[in-house]
């Protein structure tokens, strides 16, 4: 059983950066593919990006190509987000989950086993 806990959510006004963390308890995180979802009021929870469990790979939605990264520091057992230009449209509570890693980076939430709290994100006109 892994553990997920986020962080580094705020307002932030658009154009802005924020870089949001994932940290894992309970298991070295090195194991797992990682991805983050968010959800805002009223909307189901979309993938925005994901990372494989060896770090060679990434994935984002068409949405946050070329201003969102990921990456990963398993000494640290943290993935990251680093989401910059940010506009209102991103404004949402943001999710980090956790599986196993498998050959293809997966995007449906129900794939993903163990989830974080949440850290919200609002990003302001």
């Known amino acids: 059983q892994v553990q997920l806990v986020e962080s580094g959510g705020g307002l932030v006004q658009a154009g802005g950066s924020l870089r949001l963390s994932c940290t894992a308890s309970?298991?070295?995180?090195?194991?797992?593919?990682v991805a983050w979802f968010r959800q805002s009021p009223g909307t189901e929870r979309e993938f925005v990006a994901a990372?494989?469990?060896?770090?060679?790979?990434?994935r984002f939605v068409d949405s946050v190509k070329g201003r969102f990264t990921v990456s990963r520091d398993d000494a640290k057992n943290t993935v990251y987000l680093q989401m910059n230009s940010l506009k209102p449209d991103d404004t949402a509570v943001y999710h980090c989950?956790?599986?196993?890693?498998?050959?293809?980076?997966?995007?449906?939430?129900?794939?993903?086993?163990?989830w974080g709290q949440g850290t919200q994100v609002t990003v302001s006109s």
């Open positions: 309970g298991r070295a995180l090195s194991a797992y593919a």
């Open positions: 989950a956790a599986r196993t890693s498998t050959i293809w980076i997966l995007t449906d939430k129900n794939l993903y086993p163990y």
């Open positions: 990372i494989s469990g060896s770090g060679g790979a990434t």
